[in-house]
């Protein structure tokens, strides 16, 4: 699959699946032997795993909303560079619902055989919407 048309796969999965939650058109973007990577592990989760993800997220952020900054591909990979915004309305790391709104930026780095997502990594600032929520307080000299 050529560059341009990775890059537009993995943007319509962002927008047509993850922003709306509706996990029923998974399928069409994610393989059936889909990975996520965190901290250099590889956890096979596949297409069920991926829609449980996506689920427990929108449970806390039932707004969430992906912005795409850009996008860059070469080959098999597709980075792009997020910005996610949403309130805070369900349990997190623990942390009871605020009703705050969020901002966080990430880079997702995604890989692209065929026409499918077969793998998932990537890093997302989650200092800020730790401190936006509260769970994190920032403590001076004078605190």
Known sequence: MPSDENKLLVRRFYEEVVNTGNVDLI???????????SDGKRH?????GAKTHILGV???YPDLNIEIERQISEGEWVVTCITARGTHRGLWLGIK?????IA?????????VGDRI??????????????EIGAIKVV????
């Open 118 to 131: 077969v793998e998932h990594g990537g890093a997302a600032n989650m200092l800020d919407p730790l401190l």
């Open 58 to 60: 929108r449970q806390t």
């Open 27 to 37: 399928e069409r973007f994610i393989a059936t032997e889909y990975v996520e990577v």
């Open 97 to 101: 619902p605020t009703g705050k709104a």
């Open 44 to 48: 096979v989760i596949g297409v069920e």
């Open 140 to 143: 001076g000299p004078d605190e």
């Open 104 to 112: 966080f930026t990430g880079v997702n780095i995604d890989r692209v």
